[in-house]
């Protein structure tokens, strides 16, 4: 009962470090998301996957780069952090377009 | 621009009453409408899903209704109990897209 596995769960960075978060769900699904959130913001669509091979920007692309590995994995990178970065990332799949989404439990990054 | 509002931000009720918590968005185009909960330090785990067809879903003591010509959503929860104490968020899915746009959520809290 995986579901949807986010790593790491907590990183703290520097300003103008790099990483990459990864997630992975093992329920076939074909869609893959990534948010942040922010308190008083709510979730915010970074990028999504409709589909291995696919990937469209949400509503705060910029910082950040995505990729869907294959059907299971899709992970987001930032090139250099920013304190603006700093939030809980959260990773989601669907079915598809407009199905339930599944969430991750979230990884912490400060970045300082 | 689609926008989700949830109003009020935070609630706290005696156990065993019934609640009602509300969620508007501003763009009636939607596909459908989903109900998360979110427990401190976790992810968001779906409640309820309502198609734009349907006026309501139900789900044990949870019973979300969705009127789109006014563009209100409302997750009843029946005979509350100190689990139910969380964050509850709304989303939508516009039509043609893959995007859920959510609210800031409500903070509920039962008290024994």
């Not at chain 1, 913001?41 to 949400?58: F, V």
């Not at chain 1, 590995?69 to 407009?98: D, I, M």
């Amino acid at each position: 009962n995986a579901g949807v596995t986010q790593t790491p769960k907590f990183q703290v960075l520097k300003t103008g470090q790099s990483m990459t978060l990864q997630c992975a769900q093992d329920m076939n699904h074909n869609s893959m998301y990534w948010y942040r959130q922010d308190p008083g913001m709510g979730l915010r669509l970074i990028y999504y996957s409709a589909s291995e091979g696919t990937t469209d920007k949400g509503e705060v692309p910029n910082g950040y780069n995505v990729s869907r590995l294959n059907k299971r994995e899709f992970s987001l990178r930032l090139e250099s952090a920013a304190p603006s970065q700093t939030s809980v990332y959260f990773c989601a799949s669907s079915a598809g377009a407009g199905g339930i989404q599944y969430f991750g439990a979230g990884t912490r990054l400060s970045v300082l | 621009k689609q926008e989700v509002t949830q109003i009020p931000a935070a609630l706290s009720v005696p156990e065993g009453e019934n609640l009602v918590l509300n969620c508007s968005f501003t763009d009636s185009a939607i596909y459908n409408l989903q109900w998360f909960r979110q427990d401190p330090g976790k992810g968001l785990t779906s409640l309820l899903l309502i198609q734009s067809s349907q006026r309501e879903q139900t789900s044990g003591r949870l019973n979300a209704s969705l009127d789109k010509s006014s563009g209100r959503s409302t997750l009843y929860i029946a005979a509350s109990q100190p689990g139910d104490s969380a964050t509850y968020l709304c989303a939508v899915i516009g039509i043609g897209n893959e995007k859920l746009t959510f609210g800031t959520g409500t903070r509920l809290t039962i008290i024994p």
